[in-house]
């Protein structure tokens, strides 16, 4: 029996959190009854590259400088899909979606298409284009209910929306105890660390989250800070970072292909957000028992329960997660049972084995 071949396109492989997706479901999926190919389009974002292609996937850069070239690809995508006999495609974000759309209504091919951000946050041009285009495809995935019941809500597609869930590898995202994060900071073991793993972009609030640093610096001498990652807002986080005298208690490490020495450094993972769909980075903190203090913006509430998996206040109401971290901080027992909380959540409901067994569902339907 043929192997079902499934292309993902999407824009890049750098690493944001729909990216790291790819190679962590591609290590659990079945490669006995299915075959992966990625497409992707900036060649300057290729930090996932290796990963998948250790994983087993097949891997091509179609280069376009900007979204127009990337539409232009789309023949080229065509060929590919012809010439390797592709049984379905699935589409990651708008532009990958958008072109994804035009290959189905070339080749007939099924497209699934993966939204992980609310339709309310993107640029008019973006929401324009996915409401005209959105039902030239075959299904639609939201990662959490509010995404799902956005599309829903701004598009009103003719088109079947259903939410699926993003997951964690449960078992690869687990403490090993032999972190050497804090020894190579200079941080003492007993320090407590807040960390965050994010995209330097304005919806995540590092201001916010320095200042908060900041403040709870100015009670806690024992607090240090980590933030992984790297974007287009990181001149104007520095600044703030170096203005608020933090330049020897935060620490930027860049950009990171493997996270989980940070998050093993980490006691406390704090988010900011103004909004998110469901942040991977969220699922694999609390895999690796970080205790999270957080806003409950988008799908985080799905995943959070207040006192119980974390600590989360209104995205409106940010400046009250120095006083959630400085509860943990006076109650060493609370900070325990959150940390080991947040795994069992995850565990319960978020691992990548029920994610991947719902996404292999979906691909043998279209295969029939």
Known sequence: MSKIKIL???????????????????KLHDKNKFEFHYIYFLPWKDQMVEAIENAGGKVNCFEAKDNIRLLLQYK???????????????CHLPWAGFVGRLVHKKTGIPVVYTEHNM????????????????????????VSEDVTNSILKNIAPKISVKTLLNGVNTESFMRSGNSQIKEDLGVSENAIVIGNVAVFRFQKRL???????????????????IIVGAGPLEDEIKEEWRRLGLEDTVFFPGLKTDVKPYFEAMDIFMMSSLFEGLPIALLEAMSMECAVVSTDAGGIKEVIRNKEDGLIV???????????????????????????????????AFSLKRMVGELEEIYSSYSN
């Not at 993902?8 to 591609?26: D, N």
């Not at 959105?134 to 939201?142: E, K, V």
């Not at 971290?325 to 795994?343: F, M, N, T």
């Open 119 to 142: 339709q309310e946050r993107y640029h008019i041009a973006t929401k324009t284009i996915n409401k005209i285009s959105f039902n030239s495809q075959s299904l639609a995935l939201g």
């Open 314 to 348: 209104p995205v409106d109401e940010w400046q009250e997660l120095s006083g959630k971290v400085q509860s943990l901080i006076d109650e060493p027992a609370e900070l325990s049972r959150h940390k080991l909380a947040a795994r069992k959540r995850v565990i319960e």
């Open 76 to 90: 080229k995508i065509v060929d590919y899909c012809e010439k390797l006999h592709i049984d379905l495609i699935h």
């Open 207 to 225: 201001l916010e989250w320095l200042q908060l640093i900041k403040k709870l610096r100015s009670k806690n001498s024992n607090i240090y800070g």
């Open 8 to 26: 993902h396109i999407i824009k890049s492989l750098g690493r944001g959190g729909a990216e790291m997706l790819l190679p962590e479901t591609l």
